[in-house]
C-alpha cells in the first residue's frame, strides 16, 4: 500500500441499499438475484465494495428475511460495505461511501448503518499478514487485501450457493 498521510484516518463505511427484484417467488431467490444484479451495478469500477445480505427486524424485535416479497415483486435490504481512506471525520467517510455507491447503483434508496474508525495499528500489521496471505493465497489460489475478508467472504459464497 501507498504511505498515507498521518492526518486522515480510514474507516469502513457500512450501507444498506432497498434493492427491487421482479419475477421472484422465495426470498432466497430475490436474495441471489438482488447481489446479482447489484455486483452487476457496481463492477467493475467498486468492485471493492463488499455485498451482504442485509438483516431487518420487526418494531417488536423479531428477525425478518431480508426480502419482502408481494406479488411476485420483493424489495430486498443488502448491505454494502467499504473502507475509505484518509478523511477526517466519519461524517465525511459516509458522505463518500454514500456517493460513490450512489451514482452506480441509480434509483436505490441508500441508508448509511455504520461508520468504524480503522486503528492505525492495521497498517503495520497488515505488512506482516500481507507476507503470511501471500504463502495462503497461493496454497488457495485467491487473494484476500485483508484479515477481516477471511471471515466475510465465505458468509458471501454461502448465500450464492
Known amino acids: 500500500m501507498n504511505a498515507k498521510q498521518t492526518n486522515g484516518m480510514d474507516c469502513r463505511v457500512v450501507v444498506e441499499a432497498a434493492v427491487p427484484v421482479y419475477d421472484v417467488e422465495t426470498a432466497d ?3 441471489r438475484i438482488a447481489i446479482s444484479k447489484t455486483g452487476e451495478m457496481l463492477n467493475p469500477d467498486l468492485n471493492y465494495v463488499e455485498i451482504n445480505m442485509g438483516e431487518r427486524t420487526s418494531p417488536g ?3 425478518l ?5 408481494v406479488a ?5 435490504a443488502l448491505d454494502l460495505e467499504m473502507t475509505v481512506f484518509n478523511v477526517e471525520r466519519e461524517e465525511h467517510a459516509a458522505r463518500i461511501a454514500r ?4 451514482q452506480k447503483l441509480e434509483n436505490i434508496p441508500l441508508k448509511v448503518l455504520e461508520v468504524e474508525v480503522l486503528e492505525d495499528d492495521d497498517e503495520d500489521e497488515e505488512t506482516e499478514e500481507s507476507e503470511a496471505e ?3 493465497d497461493d496454497e488457495m489460489g485467491e ?3 485483508g ?9 458471501f459464497e454461502d448465500l450464492i450457493d
Open 29 to 31: 431467490e430475490a436474495v
Open 61 to 63: 424485535g423479531e428477525e
Open 65 to 69: 428475511e431480508p426480502a419482502f416479497i
Open 72 to 76: 411476485d415483486e420483493a424489495l430486498v
Open 99 to 102: 456517493k460513490e455507491i450512489g
Open 134 to 136: 501471500d504463502v495462503a
Open 143 to 145: 487473494s484476500d487485501q
Open 147 to 155: 484479515g477481516e475478508d477471511d471471515e466475510v467472504l465465505p458468509e
